[in-house]
């Protein structure tokens, strides 16, 4: 006598073609990681080193803005600025060290990090670490060249040499 197989529960089968979907996504995100990482580390550079110029660009037209940008980024690394009568004026060059430490460097530092553990079970180490480079160093990049939020802490301001108070004194 044969013995009856019992069926589980039924489920519902996926097809062949839907997984095949899924896995085609999945591995064109993977395949991409390197190209979002860049990405998500050139916008946060940018976005570091033009938040304090673009602030009073609200409301304005796209040209103007986009001028307003062009002059935040070639001014706060060149010191030159393509459009001297846009919206923001004149924007000088300026290095602040201190604008390195900032919250994309923080991130960028913490995603290193956890690539680096050395725990095997961790999910995703490789692409932590891949991101955690590019916010890294895009936070240090966008944050040197920042506008400072002290002002007199910029390292290339053009000021003169202040003047020293001797008293006479005669040695003879």
């Known amino acids: ?13 996926r097809s062949p073609r839907r997984r ?12 991409n990681w390197k190209k979002i990482s860049t990405a998500a580390g050139v916008l946060a550079g ?3 080193l033009t938040n304090k110029d673009m602030t009073h660009t609200a409301g304005m037209p796209i040209a103007t803005k986009a001028q307003a940008f062009i002059n935040s980024i070639v001014g706060r ?6 459009f001297p009568a846009a919206s923001g004026g004149k924007i000088p060059q300026t290095i602040n ?10 991130i960028g530092l913490g995603a ?6 050395p725990v095997k079970m961790l999910p995703h180490k490789s692409k932590a670490k891949t991101l955690g480079k590019s916010l890294l160093t895009a ?9 400072p939020s002290n002002p007199s802490s910029n390292l290339i301001k053009s ?7 001797t008293p006479e004194v005669s040695y003879t």
């Open 97 to 106: 060290p201190n604008g390195m430490f900032n919250k994309w460097s923080g």
């Open 112 to 117: 290193l990090l956890y690539g680096v553990v």
């Open 20 to 31: 095949a979907i899924k896995k085609r996504a999945s591995r064109s995100i993977t395949s």
């Open 46 to 48: 940018v976005q570091q």
């Open 159 to 165: 000021r003169s040499a202040p003047a020293m108070s």
């Open 77 to 82: 690394t060149t010191g030159y600025n393509p």
């Open 1 to 13: 006598m044969a013995r009856k197989r019992r069926r589980g529960a039924t489920t519902r089968r």
């Open 139 to 147: 936070g240090i990049i966008g944050g040197l060249f920042d506008a």
